[in-house]
């Protein structure tokens, strides 16, 4: 279905990247925000708490990131589209709670506006480091989905896509940018609400008494009900059965969790967007995300000037992880090279899909700015060795 | 011999529970399952439609009430019961949201909420079971356990002050405060009745026995026994000061009404400041 034009800000706007995330909620139908001041990522919450009371919903700042996050999954169930903001150290906070929403398939969004960790790490400075706990931060096992915006405008416009990936597959889904694209003025576009597409909740609409919460529908995702609507069914955290109810036992376990990661692992062809340049020449290919990803493009410009057939590949998904793509490239390329502002994340995934075939080269910063772009050069030039 | 012909009538709580989970979990004795009862029979007489209540549980003996009751109801994780249930009501504010949790839950791990909701007055009522500690995990030290009180962290006797509930509620901003114990059902439910009737943050502490953890560690008998004491110890003072009203270990348990007061709740005051600020160019919430 379209937007709704209430929340849809058509224009151009000069806008920085934080903004763009609060626009791209307002868009996609979030009407309600429950959030925690943190560098970098206070302009979200603080543009939505703007301009909700002209769109109609609630923004409510919480005491802590644990009551944003719970107040998001409860405001879910009571039939709203959901979002917070913040940044490493709320993020932190926030991973109980976001097992509960994937125990619970609850849809949700979650910005995290990265800062150099770890604990308190560089609050004003940018960082790439949240990267894995975006994949393995809570508990148990299940599958999320994580964005990578490069830009103001894919701030926008991933924060819309976050929003229909959340409803089709009920898990939370993550924007993972940081503080230099969310503090980066650029242009954004925003098309009228008639070019937005949104995806709306499936609601369970059978008779009252034959609702069951957990209960798969053909796609392997259950349909959704929320409070009020008669049904008066019951979820837990818990390890459940289809009507929600705890089942402590391994034969359960082994029925329910297995479904929570493969709803997302069996999709992930429809899930994983990436952007690939000059790869089928390459012998080389710059596998980045994010702000490293506009930095890298001088490094590659420079390797291709000097003579070297260097490819791209920017993740604007980086969970589920491209790996079917990386292991079919490891076959034709001599290395890939992987910078990121971590001391070695993601690089990790590429290598483990290299698996030796082709090999691996990670280009660190530990944060506080970006690469510079000698320094990728550096190392393309070693790989190309 | 003529066979007995036995009629099973409907249990009078058929409606109210989900009654294939039933038995539930908690040890002969234990208190929790008066107070859902007394829950249920408010809801009753409130009359109010069951379609529109909800109920919110964190983690714990007292956290398995949304699991059993027939309603929309939701077992979050420990301690964050209260914002859940923020969000829930906000989120939809024609329901009645109720969260019925533990004295651990709520003024241990979730204290912090606790505090934030009744500040805010969020509309949402709730009903904590106190039976002075962490039974689900074995009858550990709770905010609530009272001094000297043995526990299985506090093998010597606990040297914590505990938390007053009514005290701290009050004080945070609750606008409707009641202390009962299990013994008085009557009470326990009219107290229900009347801050399920109360828009803002009501809280209804009962203390109830804890057979199995607290009650065998501290030698005061079987649920019987807890009852004496809840009858002997008993002092109903409605209205008393909620600076009184510290628990000691076997001391006089002063119950009743102590705060019922008017406040704007959370979305009231919203809607009133945007309107006086922002007047016609204020879209409320769900228009």
Same mark, same amino acid.
């Given at each position: 279905?379209?937007?709704?034009?209430?929340g849809?800000?058509?224009?151009?706007?000069?806008?920085?990247g934080?903004?763009?995330?609060?626009?791209?909620? %307002?868009?996609?139908g979030c009407?309600?925000f429950a959030? $925690?001041?943190?560098?970098?990522?206070t302009?979200?919450a603080?543009?939505?708490?703007?301009?909700?009371?002209?769109?109609?919903?609630v923004?409510i700042?919480?005491?802590?990131?644990?009551?944003? @996050?719970?107040a998001?999954i409860?405001?879910?169930?009571?039939?709203?589209?959901?979002m917070?903001?913040?940044?490493?150290?709320?993020?932190?906070l926030?991973?109980?709670?976001?097992?509960?929403?994937?125990?619970m398939e609850?849809?949700?969004?979650?910005?995290n506006?990265?800062?150099?960790?770890?604990?308190?790490? %560089?609050?004003? %400075?940018?960082?790439?480091?949240d990267?894995?706990?975006?994949?393995?931060?809570s508990h148990?096992?299940y599958e999320?989905?994580?964005?990578?915006?490069?830009?103001? &405008?894919e701030?926008?416009?991933?924060?819309?896509?976050?929003?229909n990936?959340?409803? @089709? $597959?009920?898990?939370p889904?993550?924007?993972?940018?940081?503080e230099?694209?969310?503090?980066?003025?650029?242009?954004?576009?925003?098309?009228?609400?008639?070019?937005i597409?949104?995806?709306e909740?499936?609601?369970y609409t059978?008779?009252?008494?034959? $609702?069951?919460?957990?209960?798969?529908?053909?796609?392997?995702?259950?349909?959704?009900?929320?409070?009020?609507?008669?049904?008066?069914f019951?979820?837990t955290?818990?390890?459940?059965?289809?009507?929600?109810?705890?089942v402590?036992?391994?034969?359960?376990?082994a029925e329910?969790?297995?479904?929570?990661?493969d709803?997302i692992?069996?999709?992930?062809?429809?899930?994983?967007?990436t952007?690939?340049?000059?790869?089928?020449?390459?012998?080389?290919?710059?596998?980045?995300?994010?702000?490293?990803?506009r930095?890298?493009i001088?490094?590659?410009?420079?390797?291709?000037?000097?003579?070297?057939?260097?490819?791209?590949?920017? %993740?604007k998904t980086?969970?589920?992880?491209?790996?079917?793509?990386?292991? &079919?490239?490891?076959?034709?390329?001599?290395?890939?090279?992987?910078p990121?502002?971590? $001391?070695? &994340?993601?690089?990790?995934?590429?290598?483990?899909?290299?698996?030796?075939?082709?090999?691996?080269?990670?280009?660190?910063?530990?944060?506080g700015?970006?690469?510079?772009?000698?320094d990728?050069?550096?190392?393309?030039?070693?790989?190309a060795? | 011999m003529?066979?007995?012909?036995?009629?099973?009538?409907?249990s009078?709580?058929?409606g109210?529970?989900?009654?294939?989970r039933?038995?539930?979990?908690w040890?002969p004795?234990?208190?929790?399952g008066t107070?859902?009862t007394s829950?249920?029979?408010?809801?009753?007489?409130?009359?109010?439609?069951?379609?529109?209540v909800?109920?919110?549980?964190?983690?714990?003996?007292?956290?398995?009430?949304?699991?059993y009751?027939?309603? #929309?109801?939701?077992?979050?994780?420990?301690?964050?019961?209260?914002p859940?249930?923020?969000g829930?009501?906000?989120a939809?504010p024609?329901?009645?949201?109720?969260?019925? *949790?533990? #004295?651990?839950?709520?003024?241990?791990?979730?204290?912090?909420?606790?505090?934030?909701?009744a500040r805010?007055?969020?509309?949402?009522?709730?009903?904590?079971?106190?039976?002075?500690n962490?039974?689900?995990?074995?009858?550990?030290?709770?905010?609530?356990?009272?001094?000297?009180?043995?526990?299985?962290?506090a093998?010597?006797?606990?040297?914590?002050f505990?938390? *007053?509930?009514?005290?701290?509620?009050?004080?945070a901003?609750?606008?409707?405060?009641?202390?009962?114990?299990?013994?008085?059902?009557?009470?326990?439910?009219?107290?229900i009745q009347?801050?399920?009737?109360?828009?803002?943050?009501?809280?209804?502490?009962?203390?109830?026995?804890?057979?199995?953890?607290y009650?065998?560690r501290?030698?005061l008998?079987?649920?019987?026994?807890?009852?004496?004491?809840?009858?002997?110890k008993?002092?109903?003072?409605h209205?008393? #000061?909620t600076?009184?009203?510290?628990? *000691?270990?076997?001391?006089?348990?002063?119950?009743?009404k102590?705060?019922?007061?008017?406040?704007?709740?959370?979305?009231?005051?919203?809607?009133?400041?945007?309107?006086?600020?922002?007047?016609d160019?204020?879209?409320?919430?769900?228009?």
């Open positions: 279905m379209k937007a709704d034009p209430k849809v800000l058509t224009g151009s706007h000069y806008i920085d934080d903004y763009a995330i609060a626009e791209g909620g %307002l868009a996609a009407r309600f959030g $925690y001041p943190i560098t970098p990522s302009e979200t603080e543009r939505f708490a703007e301009r909700i009371p002209y769109v109609g919903g923004f700042q919480m005491e802590d990131e644990i009551a944003s @996050i719970a998001l409860g405001a879910v169930w009571g039939g709203k589209k959901v917070t903001v913040t940044s490493g150290p709320g993020f932190s926030m991973m109980e709670n976001i097992g509960l929403a994937c125990m609850t849809p949700l969004v979650i910005a506006v990265q800062r150099g960790g770890p604990s308190t790490g %560089l609050p004003t %400075l940018t960082g790439q480091q990267m894995m706990q975006a994949k393995w931060g148990g096992d999320i989905i994580a964005l990578s915006p490069d830009s103001p &405008q701030c926008f416009d991933l924060t819309i896509e976050a929003f990936l959340s409803e @089709i $597959y009920r898990v889904v993550f924007v993972m940018t940081d230099c694209v969310g503090h980066m003025h650029e242009k954004v576009v925003i098309p009228p609400a008639e070019e597409e949104v995806v909740r499936k609601w059978g008779p009252k008494d034959k $609702y069951l919460p957990y209960k798969l529908d053909k796609d392997g995702i259950p349909f959704m009900a929320k409070a009020g609507d008669g049904y008066r019951h979820t955290g818990l390890t459940h059965d289809e009507r929600g109810y705890p402590i036992n391994a034969e359960c376990q329910t969790i297995p479904r929570l990661s709803k692992r069996d999709n992930a062809d429809k899930i994983i967007m952007e690939e340049d000059q790869i089928d020449s390459a012998e080389i290919v710059v596998i980045s995300y994010g702000i490293t990803s930095v890298a001088r490094a590659v410009q420079m390797a291709r000037k000097a003579g070297m057939k260097i490819g791209t590949m920017r %993740l980086v969970w589920p992880f491209p790996e079917k793509r990386i292991k &079919q490239l490891a076959k034709k390329v001599k290395a890939f090279v992987v990121e502002i971590n $001391y070695g &994340q993601v690089v990790l995934e590429v290598e483990r899909c290299a698996s030796g075939k082709a090999a691996t080269y990670h280009v660190p910063h530990l944060g700015w970006v690469h510079d772009p000698n990728i050069l550096k190392v393309i030039k070693e790989a060795k | 003529k066979k007995e012909v036995r009629r099973e009538t409907k009078p709580m058929e109210f529970l989900r009654m294939d039933i038995p539930h979990i040890c004795g234990c208190g929790i107070v859902v829950f249920a029979d408010a809801l009753k007489k409130s009359k109010i439609d069951l379609d529109n909800a109920v919110v549980s964190g983690i714990g003996c007292t956290g398995r009430v949304a699991g009751v027939k309603l #929309d109801s939701f077992h979050t994780t420990h301690g964050r019961a209260i859940f249930a923020t829930l009501k906000l939809n024609d329901l009645k949201v109720v969260v019925f *949790s533990g #004295d651990g839950d709520i003024f241990g791990i979730g204290g912090n909420h606790f505090i934030h909701a805010r007055n969020m509309d949402i009522t709730i009903v904590c079971v106190n039976n002075f962490y039974a689900m995990t074995g009858g550990q030290v709770a905010a609530t356990t009272p001094l000297d009180a043995n526990a299985s962290t093998p010597y006797g606990n040297f914590e505990p938390f *007053s509930l009514p005290y701290l509620a009050e004080a901003g609750a606008t409707y405060v009641a202390r009962w114990t299990a013994l008085h059902l009557r009470r326990v439910t009219k107290s009347e801050a399920l009737a109360k828009p803002g943050f009501s809280l209804i502490e009962v203390i109830t026995p804890c057979v199995t953890l009650a065998r501290n030698r008998g079987d649920g019987l026994n807890l009852l004496r004491y809840y009858y002997d008993t002092v109903i003072e209205g008393a #000061d600076r009184t009203l510290d628990i *000691s270990y076997q001391g006089k348990l002063v119950c009743g102590f705060v019922d007061k008017e406040r704007p709740t959370f979305l009231d005051a919203m809607d009133e400041h945007m309107i006086k600020i922002l007047g160019k204020y879209v409320r919430y769900g228009d």
